[in-house]
């Protein structure tokens, strides 16, 4: 499912929505919008990207976290890394990927090592 992100069209005008610019899904057919749902303001399309395959459920990513938090509590730094790497990868989840670069610190990888993933 695609989502576009859009924008107030000009800065000084628009909601606390549109000012910052909003994401919102769509279906391919329909048309792009040109005023702001929020508040009726004009808006211009900024970015429109398809998320990852990939999606996952909340409840899946609670889990994951779960289980991150779990191997730090018991000091298994190289597990909570491993875990927490792979599945940032999947879902792009930049905070996950912090964390996996911190617990690979405190497994004692190097950071010159780590440099990869982050980018
Ligand atoms: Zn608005």
């Known amino acids: 499912m695609p989502i576009y992100e859009y ?14 610019g ?8 329909e048309d792009p919008l040109s005023t702001c749902p929020f508040c009726g303001n004009k808006i211009k399309k900024v970015i429109s990207w398809c998320r990852s395959a990939i999606s996952e459920t909340p409840q899946e990513q609670r889990f994951v976290e779960n289980r991150v938090k779990e191997y730090e509590k018991a000091g298994l730094w190289s597990h909570a890394a491993e ?8 879902t792009k989840d930049k905070n996950l990927q912090m964390r996996a670069l911190d617990n690979y610190q405190k497994a004692g990888y190097n950071s010159d090592s780590l440099a990869k993933h982050i980018k």
């Open 7 to 20: 924008q107030s069209f000009k800065s000084q005008n628009g909601c606390n929505q549109c000012l910052k």
């Open 22 to 29: 909003f994401e919102i899904f769509q279906g391919i057919h």
């Open 83 to 90: 875990l927490a790497d792979k599945h940032s990868d999947k």
